[in-house]
């Protein structure tokens, strides 16, 4: 029997939705029936992936969030349950980097880095975990309790260090533990939060790149000779989002097509 994912009902907050990845997230929970809040900094794209989702039957509202300032976090996650209701799902998406060796890496590299990568995921992800947390102890008891889904988005340099983005595989490795370290406290008030690794996955934001000297040469090392496509992480995506993973906490899940064996 086929496994479908119907996430009608529940409330999608991503990150970082406005291009790459977190586009690509958005339009799939949308399309499984989550009203999706789409936030970042760029208010104008989020506006035309509202349009686009809703055209297509989906349901969505738009939010402004700096993950870098802890006020726009508060006014983003109030302003997301005014519009949609309770965050069944956060999607925590947002991410940078810089790319250089480490011999090389300023002070300003290192914060722009931690900043968004460490700090701000962290932070989103607390205020999001502590209205779950009030709803949980509002439950007449613990069989009652909503469920929660909070899914990182890390990466296969969280596991493995890769050649000038060292710093950038620092932040990411800083997101696995802090996955960890949420789930083992949060998973008592029905609060599930795991990690997505990806590899290289080909996106409009790096497009160009696989098309010179060096990307053409990092295709060449890959096991397969080939990029990951965002729509590769759809599986793993529902899954984690749905009540199907009730029995997966802690998980630190790489999709890199092998490349961190």
Same mark, same amino acid.
């Given at each position: ?7 009608? #009902? ?9 291009? !790459?990845? $977190? ?34 039957? $989906? ?8 993950? %870098? ?25 947002? $991410? ?18 931690? @900043? %968004?990568?460490?700090? !701000? ?57 802090? %996955? ?6 949060? !998973? ?39 990029? #990951?496509?965002?729509?590769?992480? @759809? ?27």
């Amino acid at each position: 029997m086929a496994t479908t994912f119907d996430l009608s #009902g529940k409330t999608a907050l991503v990150t970082g939705a406005s291009s !790459g990845l $977190g586009e690509r997230f958005a339009r799939v929970l949308a399309e499984n029936g989550a009203r999706v809040v789409l936030a970042s900094r760029r208010l104008e794209r989020l506006k035309e992936l509202r349009a686009e989702i809703e055209a297509n039957g $989906g349901s969505a509202c738009v939010v402004q969030l700096d993950v %870098t300032d802890a006020d726009s976090i508060s006014k983003a996650i109030q302003h997301a349950e005014e519009e949609a209701g309770p965050i069944d799902v956060l999607v925590n998406n947002s $991410g940078v980097s810089t790319t250089q060796r480490l011999i090389d890496v300023t002070a300003e590299d290192f914060d722009f880095t931690f @900043d %968004t990568n460490v700090k !701000g995921a962290f932070f989103v992800a607390q205020a999001v975990g502590r209205r779950m947390i009030e709803r949980a102890k509002a439950a007449p008891d613990p069989a009652h309790m909503p469920r929660g889904r909070i899914i990182n988005i890390a990466s296969l340099g969280g596991l493995r260090v890769v050649a000038q983005i060292g710093v950038y595989c620092m932040s990411k490795a800083a997101v696995i533990h802090m %996955t960890r370290a949420m789930a083992n406290e949060w !998973g008592r008030y029905n609060i599930n939060v795991n990690a997505i690794c990806p590899g290289y996955i080909r996106t409009e934001l790096n497009d160009h790149h696989w098309d010179t000297e060096g990307g053409r040469k990092l295709i060449q090392m890959l096991p397969r000779k080939r990029l #990951g496509k965002a729509e590769d992480l @759809d599986g793993i995506l529902l899954l984690l989002s749905s009540d199907q993973s009730d029995f997966v906490n802690a998980a630190i899940i790489s999709a890199d097509d092998g490349f961190g064996a």
